[in-house]
């Protein structure tokens, strides 16, 4: 029994006519009076009342096979369109990782423009450190993850959605807010405020005190990046933080960037799918979203520089990836 044959079954008790039905269907009148005769012989039962060949009354068989008919091709209609509908990205459901730098200060702006598109797509977002969010993506319960380094793994796709520079802060009370800029090595007696362990950017300014041969205080560890603020803001240390997490506190004068001579980072925020396997049609959606509007982030996200017009660095020393 297929789908057609119980279309043109419904449309000949609909139309009472095997030409109007076929018409209706785009058949031949053969090609639905063998469809019926197939049904007929599949269920070993009539179903027309064929005592009055101008009249297609059914039989009781007929009757049950009609109200199952409508039942069925009514529930694949339905099925036909929600599928067209998750491959429009019109319904259908995302989900994200972003970790808590993009979380706070890139994902709003690109839900935003997202759901502009696709308003009835329902989001779920997960926040959590990079390496766990690539091993839910790796597991299948991710879409999609923002992450500010890029993985090593050949069986990921990465887009480059922006660039940022990792930078030290300080409250603008404190002693070194107004020099222009200090060396590493001026920092060996300062209390510093540390995020995350497990932080690439942490490990590299651990690392980079290390080279200089100087110590570093950290009297406060794993902090999050908006207590790291708070805490700075309240001169109870240094940090060391994403630029685009502190734009408006640094433009209202509530923190100070500290610039130093020898060292500078930057880093690549990227949106990571994965790769060899067919992504659900809303992530699709959501990365066409980010590459149309990835180029109004870098605009946005404002250098040391232009907060601070006198910062030259002498000494660039890129990150790992």
């Keep these: 029994m297929e789908f057609m044959q119980l279309e043109m079954f419904v449309a000949v008790v609909d139309e009472a006519s095997v030409c109007k039905a076929a018409e209706r269907v785009h058949r031949t009148q053969p090609a639905v009076s063998m469809a019926l005769r197939k049904l007929e012989q599949e269920l070993s039962e ?10 297609f009354k059914l039989t009781e068989s007929g009757e049950l096979l009609y109200e199952y008919a ?4 009514t529930v694949r209609r339905e099925a036909l369109t929600a599928i067209e509908d998750l491959n429009n990205a019109k319904t259908g459901r995302l989900r994200l990782g972003a ?3 993009i979380s706070f200060y890139l994902l709003p702006a690109i839900t935003s423009s997202f759901q502009k598109n696709y308003p009835t797509v ?5 926040c959590d450190n ?3 969010l690539l091993t839910d993506l790796r597991k299948r319960k991710l879409d999609v993850a923002l992450l500010s380094h890029l993985p090593e793994e050949n069986e990921f796709d990465a887009l480059p959605m922006m660039r940022d520079e990792m930078v030290f802060i300080t409250s603008p009370v404190h002693p070194l807010a107004s020099r222009e800029r200090v060396s590493i090595k001026e920092l060996a007696d300062e209390s510093f405020i540390a995020e995350d362990v497990c932080s690439p950017w942490r490990k590299r300014f651990v690392e980079a005190f290390a080279e200089q041969q100087t110590p570093l205080n950290i ?4 902090a999050p990046i908006e207590t790291i603020k708070k805490m700075v803001e309240m001169n109870l240390g240094i940090g060391f933080v994403p630029l685009m997490c502190v734009k408006e506190e640094v433009e209202s004068a509530r923190l100070a960037i500290l610039r130093l001579r020898d060292f500078w980072q930057e880093r690549t925020l990227w949106a990571v799918q994965r790769k060899h396997t067919p992504s659900a049609y809303a992530a699709k959606a959501f990365m066409r979203v980010v590459t149309s509007i990835k180029d109004t982030f870098s605009q946005e996200a404002p250098a040391v520089t ?4 006198q910062v030259k660095p002498s000494k660039a020393v890129q990150g790992k990836r």
């Design 46 to 55: 009539p179903l027309f009342d064929r005592t009055n060949r101008q009249d």
């Design 70 to 73: 409508m039942r069925l091709l």
């Design 99 to 101: 970790n808590e730098s």
């Design 122 to 126: 329902k989001i779920e977002v997960r």
């Design 130 to 132: 990079s390496d766990n």
């Design 219 to 222: 009297i406060v560890d794993n």
């Design 306 to 309: 232009e907060l601070h017009p």
